[in-house]
């Protein structure tokens, strides 16, 4: 990588501000705006004429969804094929438009209103296809983090069995056993995210008709892999946040109420992050990421590993200003954060991997063959070991004698189905008749009980 390249890498959080339009029905309600730029050249926002805040980047309410992304995102999207991670996070409070912005609600449709996601895959995989350097493996994952549960959206399971957990080794969190899905373009990527988003909890309130009741992450792992051997493995990471809420406002009862609780409890948890991280004096003091398990999810994005850009999303209207100082305020922190963006990987043989693995594959069943036939005091573990295999043994006699049993019934079965059909010629229609009904009745019952009995068994032996 050129020493350019290497000197525009960011190393404090990036932020950009967008304020949305005035909605038709803060317009009704007389509304008036308190935010503007003050000016076009200067990424500088104002709020009340008397309060001002300086960003990276501000979009006004005109501000088109294209210029937002070449603007503030599509630089360090670049970024992500050089082998850095990569986070892009939207904020603010409900119906502040951040799902718009990131377009974590696209359908399929191809305009100038896509957001943020579906302009960073189909940039993405054309500068992918264009690099004849290296080729390129891609994968997608979608998590959900609802109520403090996080879910893998893409997972085939019902609900409950979408539920996964959050671990944590010496390079970083990881969910075990996420799903994973191998991506070749743009727009497979965006068909993934598509049933990915039509799984997330959704809900009406007062203040906006479609709320995510959720935080999300859609990522895509890159892998650039130069003659069998994998040069970098980056992760770009989208994120949209639910919106803060107020229940004066949202006028939020029972299950929305309860939503909007762990919502703000997460959001407060990122807010404290975001201020221990963004002090001057908590250089290397305890950052609470495990608060929550949204800062655990986020933990390498904020003072970590990667090139982050938060959007923050405001309103312009009056009513909400208090939300709307409380957003800039919580990006003026984030403006603090310093992260470490590094290059992610080496040069790594594919082939070396496989064969390093196999040489420790056969250096571990010479260790068990040598303790195995080593004589040694034999410990609690040990003894525990060997009444395990007992007990395999033990079912495994078991499960052969059922088997036997078993066969031994279907033969008697088939040997009184036989004769039946046998008694059945012998006797006249009407008593044929009577008599079919009546042992097909009973043969029904055997079988029934006799697949029951076997099932049973099968389960007791498992145990």
Not at 11 to 17: G, H, N, P, S
Not at 98 to 123: A, C
Not at 347 to 367: F, H, M, P, T, V
Not at 443 to 457: A, D, H, I
């Amino acid at each position: 990588m050129s020493a350019h390249s290497i000197a525009s890498v960011p190393e404090t959080v990036q932020v950009a501000v967008r304020i949305r339009p005035l909605l038709p029905s803060e317009i009704r309600m007389g509304c008036q705006t308190v935010t503007e730029q003050i000016d076009p050249e200067e990424p500088r926002i104002c709020v009340r004429s008397n309060e001002q805040f300086t960003f990276n980047h501000v979009f006004d309410p005109s501000s088109s969804q294209l210029e937002v992304y070449e603007k503030s995102v599509k630089t360090i999207v670049e970024k992500l094929l050089e082998g850095f991670n990569v986070t892009i996070l939207a904020y603010g409070q409900t119906g502040s438009g951040k799902t718009y912005t990131m377009g974590t609600s696209f359908e399929g449709k191809y305009d100038v209103n896509q957001g943020i996601i579906p302009r960073t895959m189909m940039d993405l995989f054309d500068r992918i296809e264009g690099c004849e350097e290296f080729q390129s493996a891609v994968t997608c994952s979608f998590v959900e983090l609802y109520q403090e549960n996080v879910y893998d959206l893409l997972s085939y399971r019902n609900r409950f069995e979408k539920m996964v957990g959050i671990r944590e080794d010496a390079s970083g969190v990881f969910i075990p056993g996420l799903t994973e899905v191998p991506v070749n373009n743009a727009e497979e990527a965006l068909r993934w995210m598509i049933q990915g988003a039509s799984a997330r909890a959704v809900a009406s309130t007062s203040m906006n008709k479609e709320s995510n009741r959720s935080h999300t992450m859609f990522t895509l792992t890159v892998r650039k892999i130069k003659h069998h051997q994998i040069v970098t493995m980056s992760k770009l990471h989208l994120v949209d946040l639910a919106g803060s809420e107020r229940s004066k406002k949202t006028r939020a009862v029972g299950d929305r109420f309860r939503e909007s609780i762990q919502i703000n409890k997460g959001l407060l948890a990122l807010g404290n992050v975001i201020a221990a991280l963004g002090s001057n004096q908590n250089t290397k003091g305890y950052i609470s990421y495990r608060d929550s398990k949204l800062t655990r999810l986020l933990q390498n994005s904020l003072g970590g590993n990667s090139i982050t850009l938060m959007i923050a999303c405001v309103s312009p209207a009056d009513y909400n200003v208090d939300e709307t100082l409380s957003t800039l305020r919580y990006a003026d922190r984030a403006l603090r954060i310093r992260n470490k963006p590094t290059i992610n990987g080496g040069e790594i043989s594919i082939r070396e991997e496989i064969e390093r693995l196999k040489q420790e594959n056969q250096d571990l069943r010479k260790a068990l063959d040598q303790a195995q036939s080593t004589p040694t005091v034999v410990s609690k573990n040990d003894r525990s070991w060997r009444k395990l295999q007992e007990q395999i043994r033990t079912t495994n006699a078991k499960l052969q004698s059922v088997v036997k049993k078993s066969n031994q019934l279907e033969f008697r079965a088939s040997l009184a189905e036989n004769a039946l059909d046998r008694i059945s010629n012998l006797l006249t229609t009407s008593d044929n008749d009577k008599f079919k009904q009546r042992t097909d009745e009973i043969l029904g019952r055997f079988r029934k009980e006799s697949q029951s009995w076997n099932v049973s068994e099968q389960k007791s032996n498992k145990v």
